[in-house]
């Protein structure tokens, strides 16, 4: 019976090794515990020992290339049988070479040495330049307000987070002791509180809700059927969704219309707020006559809307004559809300977040794109079925929005 | 088949009294573990070669006897504690190979679940209370088990294995010393194979013989050669029933000799091939065999069914582990601390 | 996680810290024969701090048994005495010499549950008196605490009360791991409401000893008594500021320190022990990592020890560890001008 050579670990956290030098022949008698062949590992030279006695032969040969742990080197002939052909060589071609592995290891170490500061120097923005402190950051996306207009009062010009609420007229939350603030409306806070408190007291307000699928809408927005550009900005679902709530407000004036005394005015256009904070005051900013318009339209005009209100310098009679208003916290991870109506107007709809939700289909769960909107209506004017059958209607147009252009 | 002993014939020389006093039953345990410790090391070492051991390990191939001669005469209750060159010790005090080699191959059920490795092996149940990769890191320990035994009021004794090196860390001295005055039930055994890693016993410590600090701490001392089994048997046995019996400690130094180097990284640079080759000749286990013949205590083909079932018993226990599964790596935290 | 402002109820009688720890030990060494106390003078002497103080007269030399200087070798044996049924109590005299102990204590004491696979158990109890303030200079005065609380597999409390230090010494007794207990030398004469009944104090539970909004102060042992201290004193200068003591090192309860910070938006560390890779290191990259960095409106401060072993001189060893002054200081820069 032949007894293997192998090629030993010598050594902890050792593979593979090489051959360096043959002490004996093919054909030569060998005695168990005799030096065979010198190995060298990446620490040092060591002998190896015969493991039997008898005649050795097909040794492997010397190339300098490492051979792993285990491979069989080289067999002993117990019986004396001097040139039988063995195995061996058949095993031997099978001998996987590691040298390209380690190599390439060796490589890729020194190319992931490079240091992250290049990443970081990719995404460097303005405002990573300015010094502000986490909570002032955070306190700052909150509140819509931009780091670059903030004077620091901490060290070196550090933002913190009460020279971010002091920029937004806001009480700081993070001053430290001192009595109670009273912080007086400004002129929007005023009407604002004016407008909706009168609302709550006088319009019966009753809420209808529906969960509706966002996907045909999202894909739909993707695909725009022009290059955007600043003149042509991509609407956004806020936008899309007033473009379609205004076809469908079209076919339900009920939820378009005004109590006048013991009347109801059913408004001939339909004009659509649409509902914005910035720097934590409400602004609703009306989008006209929305059916007459391409949705390409309604984006330009929101964008135009949009930065007047930034720049405050908004005009009175942008935010007046509206008929319906939607009002949209989803990007607030809001899942659903009831609004207050917007008076004169009969109606509000209120749009939570889209998140992939489990629904039944075709008796199987899937995950759809799923968000509730929910239809505040004045009851002195709309009865349920009314408000339901705009709602209905309202998800049909979402959840097959064709045509959107 | 054994052959009685008074079937003596008169050309046979008598029994000298290790051996005498020593049962056919007894023998056969003896030899035993003695074959299944020669046999897993030789495997524990080939596997190794074939790269299926991780890290490194700490071979007792040749000291044999010191290792089943100071544990012959325990009982299952006593406790051993080991050095990191303890395979041998855990054998012989009755462990599984299957489960050490699961340990070595580093197995979920192995017998510290892969955790330990071959230095930090332990069978907490069969007595074996760890081998310890700290040399001298058990003799501290071995005082606590001591007072534990008399606080208890148990019979039990505490043996605590460690080599020539350790018998200069501070460890030993303290150890050795708290022993004494709290007259504790332990037996301390030296196996001296002369060489710490690479350094020659006789440059490393200020007296010839490790038993010659047992005065030093108010003991008896004894040294015996290591790869004799009866005349270890014959020195362990008053020092146990001592222990027992309230007397007190005693360190008890077995001459021996290690064939493997320290480790596997050891190259032998420190000792030449005619002093590995001198004490291969005296190698316990065929010491033994031969004495046993010629006094017709057992027939060859005994000693050799002896070693034949050691052999499959290593063989199963290395298929054993070979089969069983490896850790889970979710479970890395497992076992920091107790509940 | 609801966090306790631990008051003892009144009416509660009052004993020193050092008594306390003896009337802890008593009662356990009744409860449970396991239970033994060892360690340099202990016995008849009574402890170097006074600590055991009659023990020995009451259980006699198999409970409270005085050692030979062998710190390494009795660590050990506790070592040995818990894997085999014992519940051993190691008085080391002063914290300092554990560095003789390491060896027992890091590679055998807290490594053995996981290297046996879960298979023995190892509980023990190490006490450790330390701090300085004493004159004891630089080889009798360190905290050395951190060192610990970086192994795992050991636990590691600062009771800086009567109260806690009764109460996590039961629970140390109690619990299945190594743990080890720093006491504190100048805190042994300060006394406090000490319930009489054998309670325990939760391992990894930390202490609101006051509620604030300004700013959270944390600190363990003696640094906790002088955060108190100083937050009385900040509280006339309207900075109202809330004090955690840590209590535990490891495990430690982050989640109390981080709801002080999200409530309070500024943090300042205290130790005793070197400043420079400390506990207030780790703490300070725990709270970064976690959900209250977002709550930050200043860096987080830390007050340690001076990068210099204790100098014997009175004016110079106050000087190398935080005091009440410190503290006061450090708070009304973090507050006023968001410095660290």
Known sequence: ?????????????????????????????????????????????????????????????????????????????????????????????????????????????????????????????PSDSIRATPLARRAARMLDVNLAGVTGSGPAGRIVEKDVAAHAGRAPKSAVAGADRLVPFNPVRRIVAQRLAESARSAPHFFVSAQIDMGALQAALRHPGAPQSPERPRPSITVALAYLAGRVLALHPLLNASIEGDAVRLHARVNIGVAID???????????????????????????????????????????????????????????????????????????????????????????????????????????????????????????????? | MAIAPGSRTAAQAPERPELAALGDDALRVALSRMQLIRKFEEAAEASYMRGLIHGTMHLSIGQEASAVGSTLELARDDYILSTHRGHGHCIAKGADPARMFAEFFGKENGYCRGRGGSMHIADVEGGNLGANGIVAGGLPIAVGVGMSIKAQKQHRVCMVFFGDGAANEGAFHESLNMASIWRLPIVFVCENNKYGMSMDIARAMAVANVADRAPAYAMPGVAVDGNDLPAVVAAARPAIERARQGGGPTLLECKTYRLRGHSKSDRNLYRSKEEIEAWRDKDAIRRLERELVAHGRFAEDELLAIEQAAQKTIDDAVDFAKASPDPDPAQLARDVYAD | MPTELVVPEAGTRELSYAEAIREGLAQAMQADERVFLFGEDVGVYGGAFGVSGDLFHKFGPERVIDTPISELGIAGAAVGAAITGMKPVLELQFSDFVTLAMEQIVNQAAKIHFMFGGKATVPMVV??????????????????????????????????????????????????????????????????????????????????????????????????????????????????????????????????????????????????????????????????????????????????????????????????????????AAARRLVREGRA
């Open chain 3, 127 to 328: 006490r450790l008196p330390g701090g300085s303030g004493t004159g004891a200079a630089a080889q009798h005065s360190q905290s050395l605490e951190a060192w610990f609380a970086h192994v795992p597999g050991l636990k590691v409390v600062q009771p800086s009360t009567p109260h806690d230090a009764k109460g996590l010494l039961l629970a140390a007794i109690d619990d299945p791991n190594p743990v080890l207990i720093f006491e504190h030398k100048l805190l042994y004469k300060t006394r406090g409401p000490v319930p009489e009944e054998a309670y325990r104090v939760p391992i990894g539970k930390a202490a609101v000893r006051r509620p604030g909004r300004d700013l959270t102060i944390v600190g363990s042992s003696i640094m906790a008594i002088r955060a108190a201290a100083a937050a009385a004193r900040l509280a006339t200068e309207d900075i109202d500021a809330e004090v955690i003591d840590l209590r535990s090192l490891r495990p430690i309860d982050l989640s109390t320190i981080a709801t002080s910070v999200r409530k309070t938006h500024r943090l300042l560390i205290v130790y005793e022990g070197v400043k420079i890779m400390g506990i207030g290191a780790e703490i300070s990259a725990m709270i970064a990592e976690s959900d209250a960095f977002d709550f930050l409106d200043a860096p987080i401060a830390r007050l340690g020890g001076a990068d210099v072993p204790l100098p014997y001189n009175p004016v110079l060893e106050k000087a190398a560890v935080p005091q009440e002054d410190d503290i006061v």
């Open chain 1, 278 to 405: 910035d720097q934590g005051d409400l602004f609703v900013p009306v989008l006209r006559d929305v059916p007459t318009h391409t949705l390409d339209d309604l984006a330009r005009e929101f964008a135009r809307l949009r930065a007047a209100v930034r720049a405050r310098d908004i005009v009175p009679d942008d935010m007046r004559g509206g008929t319906f208003t939607i009002s949209n916290l989803g990007m607030y991870g809001v899942d659903a809300f009831t609004a207050i109506i917007n008076p004169p107007e009969s109606a509000i709809l209120a749009i939570g977040r889209t998140a992939d939700t489990p629904v039944g289909r075709d008796g199987q769960v899937v995950l759809r794109p799923m968000a509730t909107f929910t239809l505040s209506s004045d009851h002195r004017i709309v009865d349920g079925v009314t408000a339901a059958r705009f709602v209905a209607d309202l998800r049909e147009a979402i959840e097959h929005p064709e045509g959107l252009s």
């Open chain 1, 1 to 125: 019976m032949p007894i293997e050579v192998i090629l030993p670990k010598v050594d902890m956290d050792m593979d593979d090794g090489i051959i360096t030098e043959w002490k004996v022949a093919p054909g030569d008698r060998v005695r168990q515990g005799q030096i065979l062949f010198d190995i060298e590992t990446n620490k040092s030279v060591m002998e190896v020992e015969s493991p039997g006695t008898g005649v050795i032969r097909d040794l492997a040969p010397i190339t300098g290339e490492p051979i792993a742990v285990g491979t069989v080197v080289g067999w002993i002939d117990a019986d004396a049988e001097v040139g039988a052909s063995s195995p061996a060589a058949a095993e031997r071609a099978k001998t996987p070479s590691s040298s390209a592995t380690k190599e390439d290891a060796v490589g890729h170490a020194a190319t992931s040495a490079t240091p992250a500061a290049s990443v970081e120097a990719a995404t460097v923005s």
